[in-house]
């Protein structure tokens, strides 16, 4: 049985990994400027981010539904493949969540999503203050949950290649050797 993740699984894995580590400090730094254009470009380029990472999701969304991934190793327990699977779809919930809470955020506080500048997408929701204000928490709560389980899964990742010693890691990174 193959023990690799598809090339294709791989390249969408850590593309979702790059735009979302821009996105979310790109969004922490943004929220604190005060009004001006240069915070306005930054919105944009966040919202064309997190768009972005929502097609993405889509298509990885697709290319795991119509390919498996590897097997868990035998030797793991059965708590940790529990804890690996409930974070693994928990992380692919919020790369669709995330960016759609942001889109709802945008039209219920009136400003519309266009897509790198020339794309304008559809209000999801009509202009509304409070419900806004309300998905901007909901938006920022969501992304400080996927941060702390993206650590998690970090952590979980390098203690499988430290300390087990298994191929864990070595299937999603391919240039990884297996540890002795």
């Not at 940790?80 to 693994?88: D, I, L, P, S």
């Amino acid at each position: 049985m193959n023990n690799q993740y598809t090339r294709t699984a791989v390249a969408l894995h850590w593309l979702i990994v790059l735009l979302i580590f821009a996105a979310f400090p790109l969004g922490v730094y943004m929220h604190e400027l005060p009004l001006s254009p240069y915070k306005l470009r930054l919105y944009s380029y966040h919202k064309w981010i997190g768009l972005t990472v929502l097609l993405l999701a889509a298509i990885r969304l697709y290319w795991r539904a119509t390919h498996r991934p590897p097997a868990m190793p035998e030797s793991m327990p059965n708590w940790e493949k529990f804890a690996a699977h409930a974070t693994h779809y928990a992380l692919y919930l919020l790369i669709f969540v995330i960016p759609v809470s942001g889109w709802l955020m945008s039209s219920a506080m009136g400003f519309q999503v266009v897509w790198f500048g020339v794309l304008p997408l559809p209000n999801l929701v009509d202009k509304n203050k409070e419900l806004g204000e309300l998905l901007l928490e909901v938006h920022k709560a969501l992304n400080f949950l996927m941060f702390g389980l993206v650590l998690a899964h970090i952590g979980a990742a390098l203690k499988h290649h430290v300390i087990e010693r298994d191929d864990i890691l070595v299937r999603m990174v391919p240039f990884l050797k297996k540890r002795p």
